[in-house]
């Protein structure tokens, strides 16, 4: 039997990202994401449902969400399911929580929002984006005043 387990959600940051270490060093970022669902009911009342999800993130990702990103952001994340089991100290019955492990994720606004702003400034880049790298254009003679010849146009 096949297992896909897949799942993309966009939504809100509910609260700061919690960012910790193991002692090896690896980065561990925890955060909530609230992601709402719209719909008309037959009354014709509009109606809203809001999912609570936790997530949590790993390494080079967990590190930039944490120094990125702040409560009430929007996120499209991709990652998958994870259960998680344990006995409750104080009634000694057996727990477990649904959460999802993110592997990849993408900002969904600018951060510029009224009452200040949790984003850099335009002129510093996530560490965690590589470096596009860009071919310079050839130069241009000197004594010419044609414009250049052919389809690379840096845009």
């Known amino acids: 039997m096949a297992n896909f387990n897949k799942v993309i959600l966009a939504g809100n940051m509910t609260r700061d990202p919690e960012l910790r ?3 090896k060093g690896t ?6 994401l609230a992601v709402n669902r719209k719909w008309t009911a037959e009354d014709g009342q509009s109606r809203e449902e809001v999912t609570f999800v936790d997530i949590d993130c790993f390494g080079k990702q967990a590190e930039v969400i944490s120094q990125y990103l ?24 057996k727990r477990s929580k649904l959460g999802v492990v993110l592997e990849s994720f993408s900002f969904l606004d600018s951060g510029n929002r009224e009452g200040g702003s949790a984003a850099p400034p335009p002129s510093a880049a996530p ?24 389809d690379d146009v840096p845009f």
């Open 27 to 32: 980065a561990i970022a925890k955060f909530g």
């Open 21 to 23: 270490y193991t002692p």
């Open 127 to 150: 560490a965690a984006r590589p470096a596009r790298s860009v071919a310079a254009p050839p130069p241009a003679d000197a004594g010419s005043d044609e414009p250049p010849q052919g």
């Open 70 to 93: 702040r409560k009430g952001r929007s996120i499209l994340i991709e990652g998958r399911l994870k259960l998680d089991q344990w006995d409750d100290k104080q009634t000694g019955q």
